[in-house]
T-cell receptor, first 115, second 114 residues
Framework: AQSVTQPDIHITVSEGASLELRCNYSYGATPYLFWYVQSPGQGLQLLLKYFSGDTLVQGIKGFEAEFKRSQSSFNLRKPSVHWSDAAEYFCAVGARRTGFQKLVFGTGTRLLVSP | IAGITQAPTSQILAAGRRMTLRCTQDMRHNAMYWYRQDLGLGLRLIHYSNTAGTTGKGEVPDGYSVSRANTDDFPLTLASAVPSQTSVYFC?????????????FGEGSRLTVL
């Protein structure tokens, strides 16, 4: 079964600085990988996803993520953070065989943006 | 605006009571899901439905039941609520095929069981 780890519970970044949120997964084959964002009191919104192909994935709101098979990672990056990016971010991993029935979410990383 | 509607937004419930959380989508997605979100545990799948008339158990199904009489509605029922079911519940639907696509989430139902 697949699993996912987000090692950082909280991260604080200055507005305008770059951001990297870490995500490590465990799965024997090539996984499906997702990053979701959750603003306070809201549901989750998809930022980007990786199914196959180019390992550098572009998403909405200026985010990108890179699938690194050798490191079992799918870290989320943004070159310049805006105050509106303050939210909770979830990485998720799925298996090709079971699709969304077995989608596993990480515990989340809360991003704080300082002025 | 197309999307997923959940009701109620928030509810306080006495232990032992029966409660149904409603979920309706207008995107004509075949697959729907119920998750619970707990601090430090992320989202965990309770039940899912790949198409109207079928349902399946997720990671944490005990104490919950679902039905899928039609494409649009996917209610979640707690037959006899317990305090450990205090959580935020999210309904989601999936676009695309079973092994591709994207999840769309509702805004959640906060349930407190006393």
């Amino acid at each position: 079964a697949q699993s996912v780890t987000q090692p950082d519970i909280h991260i604080t970044v200055s507005e305008g600085a770059s951001l990297e949120l870490r995500c490590n997964y465990s799965y024997g084959a090539t996984p499906y990988l997702f990053w979701y964002v959750q603003s306070p009191g809201q549901g989750l919104q998809l930022l980007l996803k990786y199914f196959s192909g180019d390992t550098l994935v572009q998403g909405i709101k200026g985010f990108e993520a890179e699938f690194k098979r050798s490191q079992s990672s799918f870290n989320l990056r943004k070159p310049s953070v805006h105050w509106s990016d303050a939210a909770e971010y979830f990485c998720a991993v799925g298996a090709r065989r079971t699709g969304f029935q077995k989608l596993v979410f990480g515990t989340g990383t809360r991003l704080l943006v300082s002025p | 605006i197309a999307g997923i509607t959940q009701a109620p937004t928030s509810q306080i419930l006495a232990a032992g009571r029966r409660m149904t959380l409603r979920c309706t989508q207008d995107m004509r997605h075949n697959a729907m899901y119920w998750y619970r979100q707990d601090l430090g545990l992320g989202l965990r799948l309770i039940h899912y439905s790949n198409t109207a008339g079928t349902t399946g158990k997720g990671e944490v199904p005990d104490g919950y039941s679902v039905s899928r009489a039609n494409t649009d509605d996917f209610p979640l029922t707690l037959a006899s609520a317990v305090p450990s079911q205090t959580s935020v519940y999210f309904c989601a639907s999936r676009s695309g095929t079973w092994n591709t696509g994207e999840l769309f989430f509702g805004e959640g139902s906060r349930l407190t069981v006393l």
